[in-house]
C-alpha cells in the first residue's frame, strides 16, 4: 500500500533522498497496479527503490470486481503499471492468485495467459486465502463454505481447502491451475526465462536462482503444489 497515498509517498521519498543514507529498498508487499505514477515510480527509484510488487490477482476483469477491486483495477491498469515501473528503471514483478470468488477455469487460464503476457522480471501465483474480514470471507461465511474458525489456521502457509470450500470449483481443479501457471508462465515461457537469466547475470545471482528453479521444477514434477508452497494469500 506504500503508493495508496502518493503525497504521503512522495514525502518518504524526498526525506530518504535528503538524508542521503545509501540504502536500496523495495515494495514486496505489493501495491495496487492502479495507484501507479510514473513521477512518483521516478522518485522512488531516486530514493533507492529497486523493485516494485504489484498485485494484479487475476486475469479477468469480472474476476476483479468480483472480489472488491472494484473498476479500478483493470486489465489495462496491469500492463501499463508494468510499464511504467519498467521505465522508472524499477523492476516489475506481480502477484497472482487462483480459487478467487468467481473463478472458472476460463478464469484462471486468463490470468497465466496475462503473467505470460506482461514484461515482469518476477511472478508469484497463490491459491486464495479469505481473510477474516474481507468481502470474500464474508460471503463465503454467509453460504457455508468456512470450514473453521481457527484464526490460527488463516496463514499463507496452511492449506486452503482446509480453510474453507470453494463454492463454484473442486479443489483439485483450483490445484491443477496454480500448478499449470507455473509450468506455463515460468518454465513455458522462454521470453521469462531469458529475462530472469540475464537478472541473474547481472545480480550474480546464477546458484540461487538455479536452485529456486530446480525447486520448483520438482514440485511440479513430483505432483506437489499447494497453498503452503506459495507464500500468498488474498486480503481487501
Not at 73 to 95: C, H, I, W, Y
Not at 103 to 120: G, H, V, W
Request: overall charge positive; proline content about 4%.
Amino acid at each position: 500500500i506504500f503508493t495508496s497515498d502518493h503525497e504521503w509517498a512522495a514525502a518518504v521519498c524526498e526525506a530518504i533522498i535528503a538524508k542521503s543514507p545509501g540504502i536500496a529498498w523495495s515494495c514486496t508487499n505489493g501495491i495496487r497496479a492502479d495507484s501507479a505514477d510514473p513521477e512518483l515510480f521516478a522518485l522512488m527509484r531516486r530514493a533507492g527503490c529497486f523493485r516494485v510488487y504489484l498485485g494484479l490477482e487475476s486475469g479477468s476483469e469480472e474476476v476483479l470486481r468480483a472480489f472488491g477491486k472494484g473498476g479500478r483495477a483493470t486489465l489495462d491498469s496491469a500492463e501499463l503499471a508494468v510499464r511504467k515501473a519498467r521505465a522508472a528503471g524499477l523492476e516489475p514483478n506481480a502477484f497472482f492468485l487462483v480459487g478467487l470468488t468467481g473463478d472458472t477455469s476460463q478464469t484462471m487460464q486468463s490470468t497465466i495467459d496475462l503473467a505470460r503476457r506482461l514484461e515482469l522480471d518476477t511472478m508469484k501465483c497463490g491459491i486464495c486465502v479469505p481473510f477474516p474480514g474481507t468481502q470474500m470471507f464474508n460471503t463465503l461465511q454467509r453460504g457455508g463454505h468456512i470450514k473453521t474458525l481457527d484464526w490460527d489456521a488463516y496463514t499463507v502457509y496452511n492449506d486452503a481447502d482446509a480453510i474453507f470450500d470453494h463454492p463454484t470449483l473442486e479443489w483439485p481443479t483450483i490445484i491443477r491451475y496454480f500448478r499449470r501457471f507455473y509450468r506455463q508462465a515460468y518454465f513455458g515461457n522462454p521470453r521469462y526465462l531469458w529475462r530472469r537469466l540475464r537478472y541473474a547475470l547481472r545480480a550474480r545471482e546464477v546458484t540461487w536462482n538455479l536452485w529456486y528453479a530446480m525447486r520448483f521444477l520438482f514440485m511440479l514434477v513430483a505432483g506437489r503444489g499447494h497453498s503452503t508452497d506459495t507464500p500468498y494469500a488474498h486480503r481487501d
